[in-house]
């Protein structure tokens, strides 16, 4: 069997607290997976001692697994996601998967994401709904907005899956190379399938639990307001004006 070369981008900012655990309990669960499987830390200019804590690790490591590669200044979430698959394709990765710092996307995932990739599926998500899937700790709120959101979401794109705005996912290189994104914050995640789901042929998802990010971690840097909501659901109402726009020409 063929192994694969992966690379795992973690976006990162002003996480002095979390890293150093987080990024020893991820690299923990990569040893069970093939040797040319890429840790990518993405550093997206953070100011506090994030940086310095991830150089200490890189450089103390028994293995070259782990790179980092940080912003001079704060872009954003998206914008990290670009360094990241910029990355993957200069090196020639066949898959690049995308994951949270901060372990609500747990590594011990990460062996059901490369089972799926040998499949050759092209594009694969996370998912917390359906069977062994669901959501722990997160505050009903946020759970109803999400579970709306995702509705919306999966009625207008018609893409067969059912957690559509989970950042925790995976896809072939040579897909995501060919797509121009241009966003820089978390609705990177929306437009990114705005171009995927006319590209990639198959799909799959990974059933996880996620788990709310705890207090002593702070706060999360992604925001549950009216323009955040609004931003996620762009790109699937560009994709129904267009497509009613065509059926009407």
Do not use: W
């Amino acid at each position: 069997m063929k192994s694969l070369k992966v690379c795992i981008v973690i976006p990162i900012y002003n996480e002095q607290d979390i890293v150093r655990n987080s990024i020893d309990t991820i690299l923990k669960y990569t040893k069970k997976l093939p040797p040319i499987v890429t840790v990518l830390v993405v550093n997206d200019g953070s100011v506090d001692a994030t940086e310095q804590i991830v150089n200490e690790i890189v450089n103390n490591q028994e293995s070259e697994k782990l790179m980092l590669i940080s912003h001079s200044k704060n872009q954003g979430y998206g914008a990290a996601i670009k360094t990241g698959i910029n990355f993957a394709s200069t090196n020639e990765y066949d898959y690049i998967l995308f994951m949270d710092c901060d372990l609500t996307n747990h590594p011990k995932y990460l062996e059901d994401f490369y089972k799926k990739m040998i499949k050759g599926y092209d594009y694969i998500k996370a998912t917390r709904y359906g069977k062994n899937a669901s959501v722990f700790g997160v505050p009903l709120q946020k759970k109803i907005l999400s579970i709306v959101g995702n509705l919306i979401a999966r009625i207008l794109y018609g893409i067969p899956l059912k957690d559509l705005t989970n950042g925790f996912r995976a896809a072939k290189v040579e897909i995501m190379k060919t797509i121009d994104l241009k966003e820089n914050g978390f609705v990177i995640i929306m437009e990114e399938l705005y171009y995927v789901k006319s590209i990639a042929k198959t799909f799959c998802e990974v059933p996880f639990e996620l788990t709310s990010r705890a207090d002593s971690q702070g706060k999360s840097k992604f925001s549950y307001g009216p323009a955040a909501i609004y931003s996620y659901l762009k790109y699937p109402l560009k994709t129904f004006f267009e497509s009613h726009s065509n059926n009407f020409n």
